[in-house]
């Protein structure tokens, strides 16, 4: 059985395993325009230079696969079962996973010349030689992949603006308070941040926000999101409104064709409605999945996340998972001895968690969010003391 | 790791092995792993809103529920071992100031005055008038002395301010911590220790050292009143060890603290009739009394009583099959006995109404018929023997010779031999010139988390050969008699030349035809002031205080809370102190520098935590290195 | 394959499998060495309290373990014994496997700035807490040996983070 993936990354790595690990004589090919394999979350210490790209690397793990095609798929014929290559060749399957990643949102920011994004380790390298360039850098979009980049930059000794468009930074993985926190934090370390402001436009190294500000910015990084790697589908028939349409085994329509990570669009975990995500954990759980139901397993995708978070931001550790404010109807519990902590309840239920400063614990939560466990009086109750244990489950039903 | 050094005891173990019969050893076994938090001294119970441990590493809990830290909670815990001590030796003090009265009283025939001279000695360093009065009345004046100072007196006690050096005192007064009362400090540190008393760890520690001098003072008492009423010990050979045993006897062990019955028992076993009874009953070698623990010294140095065994070991005395009756009073007893007692013939006799052990038989102990009833347990014990079971006799034929019962007074008067006029001369000279380089108390137990003797055997050896003269009580004493080394041959075998020097012009003087031994047996743990009253007197001598003699102590296995009321006071007394065994108190970085470190700036004396014996008598060679040089002497 | 067995019934709450964590994630490996050390071992278990019932919990060494696919440095990864075990210089500190672990038992060493979780002694016979219970509430057991449906349910609860009936 010949299986093709469509994508280096780690839904591609971790759905090459759980093929492997079905079916030991499976043919897998790998197909990836840039380098394959490496930790994509840690090109922001590409950046600043406390990693190089061998530390970085897992293509020495990666032992399940049978060739490796450095090329991109142009597209998809799912009646002949073939992929075409922009190299101009063809390439057969009887399987296929489709996880091409996503692409950096571009602005639109009259006269400004190159908008360098930070999504692949290219592009890390990329900003890292401007940098050495200039004394003063823009980033463009407060979400964590600016927060990083910001903070590389500032690291290279750049005086670094970040400005965003939204009222508050990190949305939706920290709420308004929690965004505060991590803004005065990031001053401290150097850090301007303009929120509820964009770029209007650029001219002799300048950026003029829309409030009027003019900010020096002969280097500019963007970050304001990412849009999954759909257009080269055009035409295949295959369903991709915002990111691949998948059922519950994550096949997309079409005989022998799945897809996983960023490329595809699911249902969330909390709120049930179909999004596309570019979390980590996501791609490696829907690469797990896809790959065993391509080896001819029939698992069923819980449901991917939406918010699911942990990092650390100049010294806060924090963890969000599901949703960090809440809907009409949900109880939101906000407080904590150390640092921060809210949770979000829809009656017995955990919607969405955010812990900041003290972490301990926290995959408790994300698994009762993830489990839609019902919680008992006592628990929900622990839960907002913090005293919530592992226990309190096991124990439950020895009681 | 071993469990005992000595082949006596080896021998028992590997019979307690066969016969499946759990010792100390195994119980120990058994209780592993114990506990970090209560070996660290980081758990608390003095209240019923704990328990609770404080985590030694930071990550836990660094306060209990009432916000005490790990300092308060150690000094508190350490507080009552000491003050648990402390009641010890105090309530066994006070049960000879009573039997004294009532001995004055008439009312305890079997109890006569044995020592006058020191009756009237005692008796006017505690300011009683004695001139011509009667021996009963002094008596009875100085037992009422002594039971008042268990409570709270205006005054100091006068068992720790008269028997110490004139700066201690001072010394003792400058830091606060002259004990009143024995009974009263005792109840104090119990309320300053309770739920949301005394905090700070350092006052804390200073009330401990406060208590810890009011058990030197009854330990004190306890001696100077056995000595009065039983003789004080002067030097007698007798042997130790297990092999005292005998298959020919009806045996009879004694075991606990208190010479108030044993030796009226060691007194009893010569009577004729209980000893033709012990022939009939089929024993033709009568009866033998031997002891365990330290009655046991208590006997061996006035009846010369062969020693059994010592406390840890207390157990294989039953396991050779040979003993018939063990009559115990208190302190160090272990319940166990009960049970290995009835796998074989051995009665197990409690006398004390403070001390029943279940299974055990009971014989409540009397001080106005105390002859009377040491018959009645002797035979009880030849009763005893006839239901022996010959094929469970396995007695292992190792002794060794002891030289027991230096007392002060017994060390003065061998001394005295040498120089009538002036008897510490001769040891202050030989001190100065080196042919003694220091002098070290040996004090303690013998635990199961040593192999039984082997720190003591090794810190002997190397302070031996070092000229240091090794003083012992209590259950050190037994180790050491039991390895041979209170003979006259050990000298010979382990003392270095200066020492050996030392020991053999005051024993051929003594008419001993040979050496003193290199161990000097000063008596039981009660008897830890004997040591301090021979320090006390050089330093007198020299005009110099304790804080400054190349004198120094070692616990190197101890067990008892007594074991830490004593290291307590000879630290306050200036000694450097050394424990062989870490002590629950590390879990406090401030305890433990108060410990070690502070109290050195504050009293002169301080612990030493060692386990290692070998590094541990190096270290108190050192301490006698430095105090040599203080004093301008060769180190 | 020997698995560490709880079980909470017999759990006294007295905190000796931590204490005894510690003192093997210590440098002296003794309390006394420790503790004068001034060192600052960081637990790996934790025995939480469910009102009033006791139980030790520790990483279950998961088959298919979330902290690993969590993992975004390559840090933790699974031994030849199936230990889950961390490569400690490729931990970035992102937390990922706080977020994830079902049990909360790996938590942040806040002085090194890494992920701290249990290493199932993996250089002993017998793992320190295993060695430390004074009750047995935590025992080693051959796998093979847990009954079927006990392993069925520890399995199912591993993965749900709920103990299924």
Redesign the interface.
């Known amino acids: 059985m010949h299986h093709v993936i469509l994508g280096g990354s780690i839904a591609a790595a971790s759905a090459a395993a759980a093929i492997r690990g079905k079916d030991p004589r499976a043919e897998i090919t790998v197909v990836s325009p840039e380098t394959p394999f490496y930790f994509r979350p840690l090109i922001p210490m590409l950046m600043d230079g406390s990693r190089r790209m061998e530390d970085i690397s897992y293509a020495g793990q990666v032992k399940d696969v049978t060739r490796l095609i450095s090329d991109r798929a142009e597209g998809l014929d799912t009646k002949r079962c073939v992929v075409a290559l922009e190299s101009g060749g063809e390439l057969g399957y009887d399987r296929l996973l489709i996880a091409t990643g996503s692409a950096p949102l571009i602005p639109e920011i009259p006269g400004a010349g190159a908008l360098l994004p930070l999504r692949t380790a290219a592009d890390a390298l990329e900003l890292r030689k401007a940098a050495s360039n200039a004394k003063d850098a823009l980033v463009v979009g407060g979400g964590l992949v600016g927060i990083k980049a910001a903070l590389a930059l500032g690291k290279l000794g750049l005086r670094v603006t970040i400005v965003e468009k939204l009222a508050h930074l990190l949305h939706p993985r920290l709420d308004s308070r929690g965004a505060a926190a991590v803004e005065e934090r990031l001053r401290l370390y150097g850090i301007r941040v303009i929120t509820g402001e964009t770029v209007a436009e650029v001219s002799t190294g300048k950026a003029r926000l829309s409030g009027g500000a003019l900010i020096e910015a002969p280097l500019i990084a963007v970050a304001i999101g990412s849009a999954p790697c759909t257009g080269w589908l055009r035409g295949s028939g295959l369903k991709a409104d915002g990111g691949i349409c998948v059922d519950e085994n994550l096949m997309a329509g079409a005989g022998g064709v799945f897809a996983a990570g960023d490329a595809a669009s699911f249902t969330d975990t909390v709120t049930g409605l179909k999004i596309n995500s570019a979390l980590w954990t996501n791609a490696v759980e829907m690469g797990r999945i896809a790959g065993e139901n391509m080896a001819g397993g029939k698992l069923v995708c819980p449901g991917i996340w939406r918010v699911l978070n942990a990092t650390e931001i100049c010294g806060i550790p924090m963890v969000s998972a599901g949703k960090t404010e809440a809907d009409p109807g949900e109880e939101a519990y906000a407080g904590g001895h150390f640092g921060y902590r809210k949770l979000i309840f829809d009656g017995p239920r955990l919607k969405g968690m955010l812990f900041m400063g003290d972490v301990k614990g926290a995959g408790i939560y994300t698994n009762i969010i993830r489990n839609r466990t019902e919680l008992s009086e006592r628990q929900k109750q622990k839960a907002i003391e913090a005293t919530l244990g592992y226990a309190d489950f096991a124990m439950a039903g020895a009681r | 790791m071993e469990k005992s050094i000595d082949k006596a005891t080896l021998g028992m173990i590997a019979k307690s092995g066969r016969q499946k019969i759990p010792l100390v050893w195994d119980r120990y076994e058994r209780?592993k792993?114990q506990?970090?938090?209560g070996?660290?001294g980081l758990c608390c119970r003095h209240c019923m809103q704990g328990p609770c441990?404080i985590?030694?590493?930071?990550?836990?809990p660094q306060e209990g529920v009432c916000g005490a830290t790990a300092d308060t909670m150690v000094a508190r815990g350490l507080a009552r071992a000491v003050a648990a001590g402390t009641a010890s030796h105090g309530g066994h003090a006070k049960h000879m100031a009573r039997t004294l009265l009532m001995s004055a009283e008439g009312r305890a025939p079997d109890y006569p005055v044995r020592d006058e001279a020191k009756l009237r000695a005692v008796a006017e360093r505690s300011g009683i008038n004695t001139g011509s009065r009667s021996t009963r009345k002094i008596a009875a004046d100085l037992a009422k002395k002594a039971l008042d100072e268990f409570s709270e007196k205006d005054s100091p006690l006068a068992w720790a301010a008269t028997t110490v050096t004139g700066g201690r005192v001072r010394t003792f007064l400058k830091h606060g911590v002259v004990p009143t009362g024995i009974d009263s400090v005792v109840s104090e540190m119990m309320h300053r220790t309770t739920y949301g008393v005394d905090a700070d760890p350092v006052n804390l520690l200073l009330g401990t050292i406060k208590c810890a001098l009011a058990d030197y003072a009854g330990c004190h008492m306890a001696t100077d009143l056995a000595d009065i009423l039983f003789g004080t010990p002067q030097p007698a050979l007798t042997r130790a060890n297990l092999g005292v045993i005998r298959k020919d006897a009806v045996n009879i062990a004694v075991h606990g603290h208190n010479p108030l019955l044993s030796d009226m028992i060691a007194q009893a076993a010569s009577d004729e009739d209980l000893v033709n009874k012990a022939r009939e009953a089929g024993a033709p070698g009568g009866i033998n009394v031997v002891g365990i623990c330290c009655t046991g010294n208590e006997v061996m140095m006035r009846r010369k009583i062969p020693l059994a065994t010592s406390s840890v070991s207390q157990e294989t005395a039953i396991l050779t099959g040979a003993l018939d009756a063990m009559v115990v009073d208190y302190q160090c007893i272990m319940p166990s006995l009960a049970g290995i007692a009835e796998c074989f013939h051995t009665k197990l006799i409690t006398t004390m109404p403070i001390a029943r052990i279940p299974k055990a038989s009971h014989i409540e102990f009397n001080e106005e018929k105390a002859g009377m009833q040491a018959r009645q347990i002797i035979s009880e014990g030849i009763s005893a023997f006839r239901q022996r079971d010959p094929k469970k006799i396995d007695i292992p034929g190792v002794t060794a010779p002891a030289l027991a019962g230096f007392s002060a007074e017994a060390i003065i008067s061998a001394l005295a031999v040498v120089n009538g006029e002036d008897p510490l001369k001769p040891l202050i000279d030989s001190i100065a010139a080196g042919n003694v380089y220091g002098v070290c108390l040996f004090a303690g137990c013998n635990t199961v988390k040593v192999a039984q003797d082997f720190n003591y055997i090794e810190m002997v050896k190397r302070l031996a050969k070092k000229n240091v003269l090794v003083l012992a009580t209590g259950c050190a004493s037994g180790a050491f008699a039991r390895h041979g080394f209170m003979s006259p041959e050990a000298t010979n075998q382990y003392a270095g030349d200066g020492l050996k020097t030392v020991l053999t012009a005051i024993g051929e003087a003594a008419g001993l035809n040979g050496p003193l031994p290199p161990v000097l047996h000063m008596g039981s743990c009660v008897d830890n002031t004997r040591a301090a009253d021979v320090a006390v007197a050089i330093a007198n001598k020299l005009g110099v205080d304790l804080d400054r003699l190349p004198v120094a102590a070692s616990a190197p296995e101890p067990v008892t809370e007594k074991a830490v009321a004593i290291g307590t006071w000879a630290v306050a007394a200036g000694l450097p102190t050394h424990l062989g065994i870490?002590p629950p108190v590390?879990?406090s970085k401030t305890v433990?520098g108060v410990l070690t470190k502070t109290a050195r700036d504050l009293f002169g004396g301080y612990f030493i935590v060692e386990p290692d014996p070998l590094k541990a008598a190096d270290a108190l060679l050192e301490t006698m290195a430095e105090r040599r040089k203080g004093l301008g002497l060769s180190a | 394959m020997e698995v560490i067995y709880v079980r909470p019934e017999r759990c006294m709450g007295?905190?000796?499998c931590?204490?005894?964590c510690?003192?093997q994630h210590?440098k002296a490996k003794s309390?006394?060495g420790?503790?004068?050390g001034g060192?600052?071992?960081?637990?790996r278990l934790f025995v939480e309290d469910a009102d009033g019932s006791r139980m030790p919990v520790l990483c279950r060494h998961c088959e298919d373990a979330p902290c690993i696919k969590a993992c975004i440095s390559g840090c933790l990864y699974k031994d030849e014994k199936g230990f889950v075990r961390r490569h400690k210089e490729k931990c970035i500190g992102c937390w990922s496997c706080v977020m994830l672990c079902p049990f909360g038992v790996i938590t942040a060493d806040p002085e090194n700035h890494i992920a701290v979780k249990c290493d199932r002694c993996h250089k002993l016979d017998v793992p320190a807490c295993v060695?430390?219970?004074?009750t047995k509430a935590l025992v080693l057991r051959d796998v093979e040996q847990i009954p079927a449906e006990k392993r069925r349910r520890l399995a199912l609860s591993e993965t749900t983070g709920r103990e299924v009936a």
């Open positions: 209780q792993p506990c970090g938090f070996e660290a441990r985590d030694p590493f930071g990550e836990g870490v590390i879990g433990t | 007295c905190r000796s931590e204490m005894g510690m003192v210590s309390l006394a420790a503790i004068l060192e600052r071992p960081r637990k060695a430390s219970c004074p």
